[in-house]
């Protein structure tokens, strides 16, 4: 089993269009989770971490869920700028710094 | 303000000939990272340095790999003899701790074909 699972898409969704993306990682002791953003072609970038009250950032929301090992990420609203991967991102036991990340899930937002 | 910088962008070598990725951090940042990416596996993490020391090389796929930080502005990672499975996107990364989130920052990568 992966460390760190997502759906890959893609997600083909309409401008407007509410998108929920899902991800399981199998390490319990894990404490520190993020999504990051990878464009076509470019680097990783930092989306949002994710705490486990839930956080929003603007149309984007995160929500963990311990108990379950499960994190997700809202979209609301998209926009066509929206259309990227989404990498979900876990800590190892091996420390804060040692990440683990998912193999993506595809969205592409479309007029 | 400069964000991570590799070096080169792209590279095309031939089977057997050494490769060496280059990277110059975040000013100010304690820790590098190098992380592969490949279709078929993903965005994997090859080795973290602390202060320049290597502090995790499991990822590093075998001995033909290695990998140096000389000072806290410069790191190399080395292929030799390099192989057509090590096609890939190298990235490096760069980080400063700030407890259990520390965002890793990315360069652009160095696209690597090996033929």
């Known amino acids: 089993r992966k460390e760190v699972e997502q759906d890959p898409g893609p997600f083909n969704v309409p401008e407007g269009a509410t998108v929920a993306f899902n991800c399981t990682y199998s390490?319990?002791?894990?404490?520190?989770f993020f999504w990051y953003r990878q464009d076509c072609r470019k680097e990783p970038k930092l989306l949002m971490s994710?705490?486990?009250s839930g956080n929003e950032d603007g149309r984007f929301t995160a929500q963990l869920n311990r108990a379950s090992q499960y994190i997700s990420l809202l979209i609301r609203d998209s926009k066509l700028s929206d259309s990227a991967t989404y990498l979900c991102?876990?800590?190892?036991?091996?420390?804060?710094?040692?990440?683990?990340f998912g193999a993506g899930t595809r969205l592409a937002v479309h007029p | 303000d400069a964000g991570v910088i590799q070096s080169p962008r792209h590279e095309v070598t031939e089977m057997g000939q050494e490769v060496t990725l280059r990277c110059k951090p975040i000013?100010?940042?304690?820790?590098l990272f190098w992380y592969r990416q490949t279709m078929m596996r993903g965005l994997e993490l090859l080795i973290y340095?602390?202060?320049?020391?290597?502090?995790?090389d499991s990822g590093m796929p075998e001995d033909r790999f290695s990998a140096k930080m000389p000072n806290a502005s410069f790191s190399t990672l080395k292929i030799q003899p390099s192989e057509p499975r090590d096609s890939a996107v190298y990235f490096c990364?760069?980080?400063?701790?700030?407890?259990?989130?520390?965002?890793?920052?990315f360069g652009p990568g160095t696209r690597l074909t090996v033929l």
């Open positions: 990364a760069s980080s400063f701790p700030q407890g259990a989130y520390n965002e890793q920052f």
């Open positions: 390490n319990s002791a894990s404490q520190s």
């Open positions: 994710v705490y486990s």
């Open positions: 991102v876990v800590n190892t036991a091996g420390g804060y710094n040692k990440l683990i």
């Open positions: 000013s100010g940042h304690d820790y």
């Open positions: 340095f602390n202060n320049n020391v290597p502090i995790d």
